[in-house]
């Protein structure tokens, strides 16, 4: 194949100046140098772009736009090193205090813009770790941090500054709500609350069923007042259902039952665990919402063979129940995975765990002094 001669640059800029400063027709520029004339065409379109200010694709005809391509190749192969750079630094792993350390060292040379920038790093967070890094390490705050974020985890992420505070304090810390609420923030941390929900006030109690508790739910000792009610969760390809009793002593979980329907069953098995596991006690008040499985025969029945009294709450007026309201709240928040479970199986294994192990016997609860409810049943037998 053969090899097409190349024109050096200076020739082919003296035949555009030529056509374009001598007045010389491509004709006879192109006769008078030897060449083609769509050579010579071609030349002067693009020494009249050059001049134009237009960067040619190939080699320039003007010194000033040869001088350009030099320096857009220039920066070109700057971009590429800095990325090169950039993916090397970051494969070594190094640390965030690694790399501000890097930056202090070269700050004298270079500007903190082109530092942080190269560094991929914010000049704010600089500035703090200037101003903290000679400063002495705060060994009490650092041993509180490593407390919180071990506390924070035990419920699955989801422990609040209250909690926190009232196990710090148990580990000999003085530490309370504000002071948690900031370590919590310095550790990155923070616990997970749902919003609140406005419910509907009814005055009608069940014709046949008063509300005997009325609100009175501070009781003295065990075994005066449990209270029930019902919640659903999702597990795999439907809904199931947990109905969970409690003592209002010490908001204890006495008896629970899960099941795929929510049928008068489900209540009375969870109220027979809480009947046997307290011993068969004799006139304690069961309190529920005005639910069709609480007010069935069969359930009513099983009341009157424990011989326990049943109250109910007015309709609609979750309030007449809030602390089982407030069992669920913490079940779901605390506990449950955002996807819900995988089967009614998990659901009953994980939910016993949290119902029968944390919930009773590793939580703090506001009402009990931020004692668990076995730590307050245990205090007060002595």
């Not at 923070?190 to 008063?210: F, L, M, N, T, W």
């Not at 809480?274 to 069709?292: E, T, W």
């Not at 025969?297 to 309709?315: F, G």
Request: glycine share 6%; proline share 4%.
């Amino acid at each position: 194949m053969k090899r097409r001669n190349a024109y050096p640059r200076e020739f082919r800029l003296e035949a555009s100046q030529l056509v374009l400063d001598k007045d010389y027709s491509v004709a006879e520029a192109a006769q008078s140098l030897g060449v083609s004339h769509s050579a010579v065409r071609k030349w002067v379109k693009q020494l009249k772009e050059e001049r134009q200010g237009q960067t040619p694709r190939g080699s320039a005809l003007t010194l000033e736009q040869q001088r350009i391509k030099e320096l857009e190749n220039k920066v070109k192969q700057l971009e590429e090193h800095n990325t090169i750079f950039k993916k090397g630094y970051r494969s070594l792993n190094v640390g965030l205090h690694q790399s501000f350390e890097i930056v202090d060292g070269l700050r004298e040379l270079h500007s903190m813009v082109s530092l942080c920038d190269i560094f991929t790093l914010e000049r704010s967070r600089y500035y703090y770790w200037l101003n903290v890094k000679d400063k002495p390490i705060d060994l009490d705050k650092a041993r509180q941090l490593d407390m919180v974020k071990e506390f924070h985890q035990d419920p699955r992420g989801s422990a609040g500054a209250r909690a926190i505070a009232a196990k710090l304090t148990k580990k000999g810390e003085k530490v309370g709500r504000y002071k948690a609420a900031s370590l919590m923030k310095d550790a990155g941390v923070e616990s997970r609350q749902p919003g609140q929900h406005k419910y509907k006030a009814a005055p009608k109690e069940h014709v046949d069923i008063p509300n005997h508790l009325s609100r009175e739910f501070a009781v003295t000792e065990p075994n005066q007042v449990w209270c029930g009610d019902i919640t659903f969760i999702w597990a795999g390809t439907c809904w199931v259902y947990l109905a969970v009793v409690i003592d209002l002593f010490s908001r204890r979980v006495v008896g629970w039952s899960m099941s795929d329907s929510p049928n008068t069953e489900l209540v009375a098995k969870a109220l027979t665990m809480a009947y046997l596991i307290r011993g068969n006690p004799k006139g304690v008040m069961f309190h529920s919402d005005q639910g069709c499985q609480y007010t069935a025969s069969k359930y009513r029945q099983l009341i009157w063979r424990y011989q326990l009294k049943q109250s109910m709450s007015r309709r609609g007026n979750c309030w007449d129940n809030a602390p089982m309201e407030r069992v669920f709240r913490s079940l779901k928040s605390e506990w449950v995975p955002e996807q819900g479970y995988g089967s009614l199986d998990e659901a009953k294994t994980d939910i016993g765990e949290f119902l029968m192990g944390y919930y009773n016997k590793r939580r703090p609860h506001s009402y009990n002094g931020y004692l668990t409810p076995v730590e307050s049943e245990a205090r007060l037998a002595g």
